[in-house]
C-alpha cells in the first residue's frame, strides 16, 4: 500500500482567474445601478423646489383662471437664480405651450443626468389641477434617473 505524498491543498492558477472575473463583473454590475441610484436621490432632492413650483402655479391658476407665463407671473425667483442650489440648474415656468409647465434643468456634474432636464406638465379638468411629470423628448433625462412618479 502506497501513500501519496502530494497532499495538495491550494488554488490553481484558472479558479483563481475564475473568481476574480466574477467578482470583477458584480463590481461593475454594481457601480451601474449604484450611480444610478445616486443620480436619482439628487434629482428626488431638486424636486422639493418642484413642489414649491407647483404650489405657486396652482394657486395663480386657481386665482387668476389661467396659468402663469413666467416664474415672475408664478411668484417664483428668476429661473437663474436656482443656480445657488446644489444640484438645480435652473427651474422656469414656460412662457409658451404648454402654459404654467416647470421644466427643471438639473446640475450633476459628472453624470448623464448633468445639463438635463425634466418637466412638470399641468392640466385642469373641471377646474382641477393635475400635474404630469415627464423628461422632455430634447434634453431630456434617462428614464431609469428620474423618480418612479415620473416614468410615465
Given amino acids: 500500500m502506497a501513500i501519496s505524498i502530494n497532499n495538495n491543498k491550494g488554488f490553481t492558477i484558472i479558479e483563481l482567474m475564475a473568481v476574480v472575473s466574477i467578482v470583477s463583473i458584480l463590481a461593475v454590475v454594481g457601480m451601474a445601478t449604484y450611480s444610478d441610484y445616486i443620480v436619482r436621490s439628487k434629482v428626488g432632492e431638486g424636486m422639493v423646489f418642484a413642489s414649491e413650483a407647483k404650489t405657486s402655479v396652482t394657486d395663480y391658476f386657481y386665482n387668476m383662471q389661467k396659468m402663469p407665463r413666467n416664474n415672475q407671473q408664478a411668484g417664483l425667483p428668476p429661473a437663474e437664480s436656482y443656480d445657488k442650489y446644489d444640484y438645480i440648474r435652473k427651474l422656469e415656468v414656460s412662457s409658451a405651450e404648454p402654459y ?53
Fill in 100 to 152: 404654467g409647465a416647470i421644466t427643471i434643468t438639473f446640475k450633476i456634474p459628472g453624470s448623464k443626468a448633468d445639463n438635463k432636464q425634466l418637466q412638470l406638465i399641468p392640466s385642469t379638468k373641471d377646474g382641477v389641477m393635475a400635474w404630469t411629470c415627464l423628461p422632455p423628448e430634447e434634453n431630456g433625462m434617462d428614464t431609469n434617473q428620474v423618480p418612479p412618479s415620473c416614468r410615465g
